[in-house]
T-cell receptor, first 113, second 113 residues
Framework: KQEVTQIPAALSVPEGENLVLNCSFT??????LQWFRQDPGKGLTSLLLIQSSQREQTSGRLNASLDKSSGRSTLYIAASQPGDSATYLCAVRGTGGGNKLTFGTGTQLKVEL | DVKVTQSSRYLVKRTGEKVFLECVQD?????MFWYRQDPGLGLRLIYF???????EKGDIPEGYSVSREKKERFSLILESASTNQTSMYLCASSFPPGPREQYFGPGTRLTVT
């Protein structure tokens, strides 16, 4: 059974700092990996999706990497801003039927002025 | 822009009541999903549906049922609500298997007293 772990559970950084969020998964037979952002009391917003054949994806100040063989992904946020404060979730889609995602428990990020 | 809507943002019900949570998507997606999100446990899949009138159990289906009579609508039913079903419920939709993202609704915060 796939298990997804995100470390750290919470992170506080000063504005302007570059930071890395980590995600690890136990079963490397994945179809893709997706990073989401969740603001308090709200739904999830998809940030980046990396296919199993890809190594990384970039969107603006965000860069996500994937090392499928080692079961790891990182989300790099450049020049962090207070508006980046949120919980970041990673989710993997297995190669089985359907489009089921297994989620990590998230990293709660706070960017301070 | 994909839109997934949920019938209520906040809901308070009494133990033993029958509860309906509604989800509607406007992008003709075949796949729809219900998750619940609890602190420390992350998002867990309750049920999903590949098509109209088709459903499959997720990881934690006990105490829940679903209905999908129309492609755009996926309902989660709590036959007899219990206090341990107090949670944030999130609906999502996506196209069939492929490099597709899941799109999430804003969530329903259900409290069972």
């Amino acid at each position: 059974k796939q298990e997804v772990t995100q470390i750290p559970a919470a992170l506080s950084v000063p504005e302007g700092e570059n930071l890395v969020l980590n995600c690890s998964f136990t079963d490397s037979a994945i179809y893709n990996l997706q990073w989401f952002r969740q603001d308090p009391g709200k739904g999830l917003t998809s940030l980046l999706l990396i296919q199993s054949s890809q190594r990384e994806q970039t969107s603006g100040r965000l860069n996500a990497s994937l090392d499928k063989s080692s079961g790891r992904s990182t989300l790099y946020i450049a020049a962090s801003q207070p508006g980046d404060s949120a919980t970041y979730l990673c989710a993997v889609r297995g190669t089985g039927g359907g489009n089921k995602l297994t989620f990590g428990t998230g990293t709660q990020l706070k960017v301070e002025l | 822009d994909v839109k997934v809507t949920q019938s209520s943002r906040y809901l308070v019900k009494r133990t033993g009541e029958k509860v309906f949570l509604e989800c509607v998507q406007d992008m003709d997606h075949e796949n729809m999903f219900w998750y619940r999100q609890d602190p420390g446990l992350g998002l867990r899949l309750i049920y999903f549906s590949y098509d109209v009138k088709m459903k499959e159990k997720g990881d934690i289906p006990e105490g829940y049922s679903v209905s999908r009579e129309k492609k755009e609508r996926f309902s989660l039913i709590l036959e007899s609500a219990s206090t341990n079903q107090t949670s944030m419920y999130l609906c999502a939709s996506s196209f069939p298997p492929g490099p597709r993202e899941q799109y999430f609704g804003p969530g329903t915060r259900l409290t069972v007293t």
